[in-house]
DNA sequence: TATTGTTATACTCTATAACTATA
DNA sequence: TATAGTTATAGAGTATAACAATA
């Protein structure tokens, strides 16, 4: 009979493996202020891929209550700003400004700083292989991937 | 200048990845009222590698109280037993039952059968690969790689 | 006194529901 | 009436702190 565990399933792995990181994301966000949503509403927002809050909360997974809380957070820091849409006043269009895109980076940098210790010890081509198939099942699941 | 983006790090993949994966799974579980910390706690139990409750809570990297409720939880559907310590009467000793083997069984069937989703489109290969590297990944950062 | 486990409490995150403005 | 956004409220999940039993 076969005999895989649990723990070496890709489900499980990628759920204890993504909690973990995801943490140690979040701490280091921490002296900025900001979460890892914070940040995943800012590069949706770099990639143009929705402008509507509407339409972020749907590719992003979260509530538009969420969301208004996530603009507000960045907008109270200049990073993103809200206007009105002229052809649907109900509609606030969202916007990086130069604060945003500069804090992004920022942000960016320690997601980098992060993938270095996690790949310490994996050959480059191990690395490229784990950045190309996760970006495949990333991808499989309707998640963005404007990379 | 170099423009990776933040949301093509492994640090930013593997937490938003991990957090949908970890909710789909979260679901299937849901219909035998259990979670995956509950899963993790057995798998656990069913390695070996820890017994009392502060062992396992450290491995887990939960609070002591949380794995409280877990062990309750799982003691009350008679898939885990406790006896103390005869050696120190404050630890108590958690074991899997063949109730609780069973189940944990039931679990790992729902985990592979979600990994056959999640590799779908990938070769052999690169399932393998992945595997491969996201054990290395795991270990590295101190997680339990029992397999 | 220190440690193991437990209980009580509080906090964080997020969703659901109610509401406002615009269409 | 329906939709975009906002505010108010509630729930899930988890940690921290206080406590009891044993060492």
Same mark, same amino acid.
């Given at each position: 009979?076969?005999?895989?565990?649990?723990?070496?399933?890709?489900?499980?792995?990628?759920?204890?493996?993504?909690?973990?990181?995801?943490?140690?994301?979040?701490?280091?966000?921490?002296?900025?202020?900001?979460?890892?949503?914070?940040?995943?509403?800012?590069?949706?927002?770099?990639?143009?891929?929705?402008?509507?809050?509407?339409?972020?909360?749907?590719?992003?997974?979260?509530?538009?209550?969420?969301?208004?809380?996530?603009?507000?957070?960045?907008?109270?820091?200049?990073?993103?700003?809200?206007?009105?849409?002229?052809?649907?006043?109900?509609?606030?269009?969202?916007?990086?400004?130069?604060?945003?895109?500069?804090?992004?980076?920022?942000?960016?940098?320690?997601?980098?700083?992060? &993938?270095?210790?996690?790949? &310490?010890?994996?050959?480059?081509?191990?690395?490229?292989?784990?950045?190309?198939?996760?970006?495949?099942?990333?991808?499989?699941?309707?998640?963005?991937?404007? &990379?």
């Amino acid at each position: 009979m076969n005999d895989v565990k649990v723990t070496a399933t890709i489900a499980f792995r990628l759920g204890t493996l993504g909690a973990l990181v995801g943490d140690r994301f979040a701490e280091r966000l921490a002296v900025r202020d900001l979460k890892p949503k914070h940040v995943g509403l800012m590069a949706l927002l770099e990639s143009g891929a929705a402008a509507s809050q509407l339409d972020v909360a749907k590719l992003m997974h979260v509530a538009p209550s969420l969301l208004v809380s996530l603009a507000d957070h960045l907008e109270a820091r200049g990073a993103v700003k809200r206007e009105r849409d002229p052809e649907d006043r109900r509609k606030q269009i969202l916007a990086l400004t130069d604060q945003g895109l500069a804090l992004l980076a920022e942000c960016t940098a320690l997601a980098r700083a992060l &993938d270095a210790e996690l790949v &310490d010890g994996l050959s480059p081509e191990e690395e490229a292989g784990l950045r190309k198939v996760l970006r495949r099942v990333a991808a499989s699941v309707g998640l963005p991937t404007p &990379d």
